[in-house]
């Protein structure tokens, strides 16, 4: 394949940018609630507007692949404490929100949200949603397991006001699926999306992994036969992110069943150049659409956002994650909320913020998160301005200089481009600015690799 040698070169563990600074870097263990209501309530009195993230950590079974927080249980009985706590967690919140917030996006994120009952997500949702005002272009969506996934569900999230769906496929094949112990059929896929459809649903979103193990050529080739059969509206064509220190499941796997980086990259080249005559377009790391669907219109516009849920259509000042393991994001600061189920249901119903950890953002932090999503939203970024400006850019330009000889980016004195090969590295790219990892380059592994 093209490039193979730049595929083995840049195959290093590289952050993957849902924030900067990254988790590992934050500074605050255990904050303090009253600075952080401080920063809540400050945020709110400059912007009303709210974007709400539900983490819902149940599931039935365990993915071996998963390196998402879960919870792994077939006990229901689980699903009425932690709703209700996940609602005083928001009546927390809302001591510091006066009026109603408006809500521009909702997303349910697991785990398994749908491993809830219809009758328990309405239970969860329906006082949030009528505590708010629904701004006119909410975007409502919540990730669904094809395997549990019922029309009772699709209804009752259709009624509640839910049009976007993300089904998590990873892959179409039953060896590749038994392997990483994940219960689900094509026809179950195919119902789910075409139940989604017919209830009114207008955003399929499908969910697929390269780099998986086993995974070869010909599995690409048929999965993405189902695309071409099913049409969902995005895909995110995630790159297998293998973390076994971190994620006990992934050492179920024979390392030597894992493809090698340029082996890996071909499986995503092969997947995009199927998606590209199928007439989708990559809008960013990882991710395409069709170009009628709004994240594919927000990307050409340049107001494509990346936040702790990948790419967004629209920009929200303050994000408030809800549940155990949520990250919320209030512009000056983020917060992660405890990751246990128990340490996260016994601080709430303390009556405390279930703080694990968070990061103020310095000025510099901040200066530095913008170039990072200019570079991972329109692959472009540039410091005219003051506020654009950091100590840092002298050695981040030193950085970007292999980079630039490597073919990956075009600097100019005052900006930085990436190139068509370069779309390829963007991780690689966003790191030559991310000062905490060179202050302080990390001696054990922490994040998966680039490719
Ligand atoms: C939080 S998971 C929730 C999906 C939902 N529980 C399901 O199983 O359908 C969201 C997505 O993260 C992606 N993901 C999870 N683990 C991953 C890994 N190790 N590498 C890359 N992507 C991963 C998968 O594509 C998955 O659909």
Known sequence: MHNAHLFEKYDVPAPRYTSYPTVPYWTEEHPDSAVWTDLVQHAYSLDQRLSLYIHLPFCEQLCTYCGCNKHITRNHSVE?????????????YRRYMHGKPILRELHLGGGTPTFFHPDNLRRLLEPILNDVTLDPNAALSFEAHPNGTTTEHLQTLYDLGFRRISVGVQDFDDEILRLIHRFQTKEQVEQVTETARAIGYTSVNYDLVYGLPRQNQAHIYRTMAEIHRLRPDRIAL??????????????????????????????????????????????????????????????????????????????????????????????????????????????????????????????????????????????????????????????????????????????????????????????????????????????????????
């Open 80 to 92: 009425t404490p932690y709703l209700e706590t996940v609602l005083k967690e928001w009546n927390l």
């Open 238 to 451: 995630y790159s297998y992110a293998h973390v076994p220190w971190l994620k006990n499941g992934q050492r179920a796997y024979d390392e030597s069943d894992l493809p090698a980086a340029a082996e890996k990259r071909a499986l995503y080249e092969t997947g995009r150049a199927l998606l590209e005559a199928e007439g989708y377009s990559d809008i960013g790391l990882d991710h395409f659409s069709l170009p009628d669907d709004g994240l594919f219109i927000a990307a050409q516009k340049g107001t494509m956002h990346r936040n702790f849920m990948g790419y967004t259509e629209l920009y929200t000042p303050m994000s408030i994650g809800l549940g155990a393991s949520a990250i919320s994001d209030v512009g000056m600061a983020f917060m992660q909320n405890e990751k246990t189920v128990a340490g996260y249901e016994a601080m709430v119903n303390a009556g405390q913020f279930p703080l694990l950890r968070g990061h103020l953002l310095t000025r510099e932090d901040r200066c530095l998160r913008r170039h990072i999503l200019n570079l991972m939203c329109k692959n472009y970024t540039e410091w005219y301005w003051p506020e654009q400006q950091t100590p840092e850019l002298g050695d981040i330009i030193e950085r970007l200089k292999p980079l630039e000889a490597d073919g990956l980016i075009i600097i100019s004195p005052m900006s930085v481009e990436v190139t068509t090969v370069g779309k390829a590295f963007l991780r690689n790219i966003c790191m030559a600015f991310d000062a905490h990892y060179w202050h302080k380059v990390p001696e054990s592994k922490v994040f998966s690799k680039a490719v």
